[in-house]
């Protein structure tokens, strides 16, 4: 079984809709990421949590929040979502003790119509 | 802030040429890692190597290398002899060593082998 899975992996939605997409991890991290990809942008961070209780901004992230429900998952909500949030959104997690090696979940294809 | 920038948008090749992606970085950290992470077009992110600020040494594996140069806050990466399953996007990343070591990315490098 995949160390990092993220559900839904493929997501047609409506503007306006709430969304969330979520990420599990049986590595044992404490630190989780969501990440963003938009074609010619790269990779952009959007929120990420070193555990339970901390939750923190990243590059991007206006329109949306996040909850850490508990070590193993991070879930990424899409209020009210708009067609600029369509994207291939990634979950991450690493290790306190190698926090530069984060592993990635396969990536969760969002399209916002 | 960090950053990292691939000047190189795309780039396409015949089967067998080598190829170099560039990576050019920005940190006020003095310790810090970098990384290649490749994108193939079914879309999941493949780690291919750290590399951190005090380790210079180039690094070879297979058909695969890595220039690092600080002097110029460059981070290169050449593919040797390349082949069709080399198509994919190719990014560049940065991590501080200390705090939240989140990773920035360059926005990437599109790399297609044209048999």
């Known amino acids: 079984d995949a160390d990092v899975t993220q559900t839904p992996r493929n997501r047609i939605t409506k503007t306006g809709k709430r969304i969330m997409l979520e990420c599990s991890q049986t590595?044992?991290?404490?630190?989780m990421y969501w990440y963003r990809q938009d074609p010619g942008l790269g990779l952009r961070l959007i929120y990420y949590?070193?555990?339970?209780?901390?939750?923190n901004k990243g590059e991007i992230s206006d329109g949306y929040s996040v909850s850490r429900q508990a070590q193993a998952k991070f879930s990424l909500s899409l209020e009210s979502a708009i067609p600029n949030q369509t994207a291939l959104y990634f979950c991450?997690?690493?290790?306190?003790?190698?926090?530069?090696?984060?592993?990635f979940g396969p990536g969760t294809r969002l399209t916002v119509t | 802030a960090q950053k990292v920038t691939q000047a190189q948008t795309e780039i396409s090749v015949v089967e067998k040429e080598d190829v170099t992606l560039d990576c050019v970085y920005e940190?006020?950290?003095?310790?810090?890692?970098l990384f290649w992470y490749k994108q193939p077009p079914s879309g999941e992110l493949v780690f291919l190597i750290r590399?951190?600020?005090?380790?210079?040494q180039n690094e070879i594996s297979g058909r695969y290398s890595w220039n690092f140069q600080k002097s110029t806050s460059s981070f290169n990466f050449t593919i040797t002899a390349s082949q069709v399953v080399d198509s994919a996007v190719y990014f560049c990343?940065?991590?501080?060593?200390?705090?939240?070591?989140?990773?920035?990315f360059g926005k990437g490098t599109m790399l297609l082998v044209s048999p």
């Open positions: 991450a997690t690493s290790d306190p003790g190698q926090p530069y090696e984060q592993y």
């Open positions: 590595k044992g991290h404490d630190r």
């Open positions: 949590s070193f555990d339970v209780k901390d939750i």
């Open positions: 940190t006020r950290d003095t310790t810090y890692y």
């Open positions: 590399r951190n600020s005090f380790d210079e």
């Open positions: 990343a940065l991590s501080e060593a200390r705090g939240y070591s989140t990773l920035t």
